[in-house]
């Protein structure tokens, strides 16, 4: 069984999926780290502001398999035919308005899957079970965008809810607050589609945060869970959806 966090490689990974508006910057800076960049293609059905996020359309089930929305299924399984990447295609199709556009956006932890699954993907909650997870429900369907994964049992997030079911479970949580974190078209985005990690060490972020009012106890954690930091450019921090790391 593979309970580990799929959201943390524990190889180097040398392909990251990112949002396919990320700037030149973001793009050149994973390329340094020897990364094949997949860039996503717009899933026409969301909302514009997450139409391009990787945790939208897709999640890792380890670190060389993705359950992808029928969407959006075709188009990554010719462009990754070649890359030794399983892909199974999911049964949910998304759609613009929430909660039909969260089927695939599971947070994961060691051991743990976190999601509203009275909406989770049939598919994915089979492969899920398979893994031996024990679940953790919770109201916030964009799950894995409330959480940024930090390591195997520790994340940050802005979600009170999560916070608390995590924190009851013995998991080293750190809460920040909700905003000052840019997402278009909505009032503000969440700490988990700012990041990613390419490996157990290190974790990248999309920009600087110095707007945000929590950034020093972010950047604490972040070492205290003696992790390497990485800035994928010098603008402030953007939700771009989770870059979801992989390596084959």
């Given at each position: 069984m593979f309970k580990n966090n799929p959201f943390i490689p524990y190889k180097s990974a040398n392909i990251a999926i990112v949002d396919g508006r990320a700037s030149d910057s973001i793009i050149k800076t994973l390329e340094s780290y020897n990364i094949k960049v997949i860039k996503t293609i717009k899933c026409n059905e969301v909302q514009e502001g997450i139409s391009y996020h990787p945790d939208i359309v897709m999640h890792p089930l380890d670190y060389k398999t993705l359950i992808i929305a029928p969407n959006v299924f075709e188009y990554y399984e010719e462009l990754l035919s070649n890359s030794g990447i399983k892909m199974i295609k999911g049964e949910k199709w998304l759609s613009r308005n929430y909660p039909d556009d969260i089927a695939y956006n599971v947070g994961r932890l060691y051991g743990y899957a976190i999601h509203n699954f009275k909406y989770t993907d049939e598919k994915l909650i089979y492969y899920l079970k398979k893994q031996g997870l024990?679940?953790?429900?919770?109201?916030?369907?964009?799950?894995?965008?409330?959480?940024?994964?930090v390591d195997e049992r520790a994340i940050?997030?802005?979600d009170y809810p999560i916070?608390?079911?995590?924190?009851?479970?013995?998991?080293?949580?750190?809460?920040?607050?909700?905003?000052?974190?840019?997402?278009?078209?909505?009032?503000?985005?969440?700490?988990?589609?700012?990041?990613?990690?390419l490996s157990k060490k290190d974790i990248v972020l999309s920009g600087k945060l110095n707007s945000h009012p929590d950034s020093e106890?972010?950047?604490?954690?972040?070492?205290?869970?003696?992790?390497?930091?990485?800035?994928?450019?010098?603008?402030?921090?953007?939700?771009?959806?989770?870059?979801i790391s992989l390596y084959c």
């Open positions: 024990e679940f953790i429900n919770v109201k916030q369907g964009y799950s894995k965008c409330s959480v940024a994964v940050i997030t802005s916070y608390e079911r995590c924190i009851n479970l013995g998991i080293d949580v750190l809460l920040v607050k909700p905003g000052y974190i840019k997402l278009e078209g909505f009032d503000y985005g969440f700490i988990g589609g700012t990041c990613g990690n106890k972010i950047y604490k954690f972040i070492k205290k869970n003696k992790k390497n930091l990485i800035f994928l450019s010098d603008d402030e921090i953007i939700d771009l959806g989770t870059i």
